[in-house]
C-alpha cells in the first residue's frame, strides 16, 4: 500500500499536472494581454474604424507583432487544452476520445500556424 | 426530487460556456485576420460584416465571457494555491460579480453608443 502512495508519478499523471499548472500561467497573462488588445482594438479604436491602414501602421512596430504572436501561442494552447479538459469531463470511450482529441489538436495546430504565418508575413514582400 | 444550485456551481458551467465560446470566436479572429494578407482590397471590403449592428452586439457578449471567464479564472487560481480562500470562496464570488459589473457596464455603454 505504502509504496504505491509514494510511487513516482506515471508520465501521463505528469502531463496531467503540466497542462494543470498551464491553464494557471498562462490564464493571468492571457488576462493582461487580451483584455489590453480588447481595450485597444474596441474602446480606444473602435470596429467601426479599424481598417486595413490601422492594422499596418500596427504591424510597422516589431512590438506588436511579438506581442500579438504571444497572445496567439497562449490563446490557442490555452483553448485547446481547455477542450482537452471538457472532453476529459464528457467523452469516455477511448477510441472517441482519443480521435477527437487529435481532431482538437489538429484544429489547434493549423489555425496556430495560420496566425503565426499572417503575424511574421504581413508587409513582407 | 429538489436540486438547489449552489452559486459556485453556476460559476463552473459558466466558466466552460464563456471558454468554449471565446475559444471559438479565436478561431474565427485568426481566419478574418489571415485575410489581410490578401491586402487592403478584400480586407476592408469584408469589414461590413463586423460592422453591422448584429455584430455589434456579439462583440459585447464576447467581453462579458472574456471578462468572467479572467475574473472567474482568477478565484480558481487564488483556491488552489492559498488554502484559506476555500474559507471566504463566496465572498470571492460575489466580489468578481462586483468587479465584473463595475467594468463591464461602462466598456459596454462605450461599445454601443
Known amino acids: 500500500m505504502e509504496s504505491e502512495i509514494v510511487r513516482r508519478p506515471k508520465a501521463s499523471e505528469r502531463f496531467e499536472t503540466y497542462s494543470w499548472l498551464y491553464m494557471r500561467v498562462s490564464g493571468p497573462l492571457l488576462m493582461l494581454m487580451a483584455l489590453t488588445h480588447f481595450g485597444i482594438m474596441h474602446l480606444y479604436y473602435g470596429v467601426g474604424h479599424i481598417d486595413f491602414t490601422v492594422v499596418a501602421a500596427r504591424y510597422r512596430t516589431p512590438f506588436w507583432r511579438i506581442y500579438d504572436l504571444v497572445m496567439v501561442l497562449l490563446a490557442v494552447t490555452h483553448g485547446m487544452n481547455g477542450a482537452k479538459m471538457i472532453l476529459d469531463d464528457y467523452l469516455h470511450p477511448r477510441g472517441w476520445r482519443t480521435a477527437v482529441l487529435c481532431l482538437v489538436w489538429a484544429i489547434g495546430f493549423i489555425f496556430l500556424v495560420m496566425g503565426g504565418f499572417t503575424i511574421l508575413t504581413f508587409g513582407v514582400k | 426530487m429538489r436540486y438547489k444550485m449552489e452559486e459556485g456551481e453556476v460559476a463552473w458551467i459558466l466558466h466552460r460556456v464563456t471558454g468554449a465560446g471565446v475559444a471559438a470566436f479565436l478561431l474565427l479572429h485568426i481566419f478574418d ?81
Open chain 2, 33 to 113: 485576420i489571415s485575410l489581410i494578407g490578401w491586402g487592403p482590397g478584400l480586407f476592408d471590403k469584408l469589414l461590413f460584416f463586423y460592422r453591422a449592428r448584429a455584430f455589434r452586439v456579439m462583440e459585447v457578449f464576447l467581453l462579458a465571457g472574456v471578462l468572467f471567464h479572467a475574473l472567474n479564472g482568477i478565484r480558481i487560481i487564488l483556491i488552489d494555491f492559498w488554502p484559506a480562500a476555500a474559507g471566504f470562496q463566496k465572498k470571492l464570488l460575489y466580489g468578481e460579480v462586483a468587479l465584473f459589473t463595475v467594468a463591464f457596464i461602462p466598456a459596454a455603454y462605450l461599445m454601443l453608443r
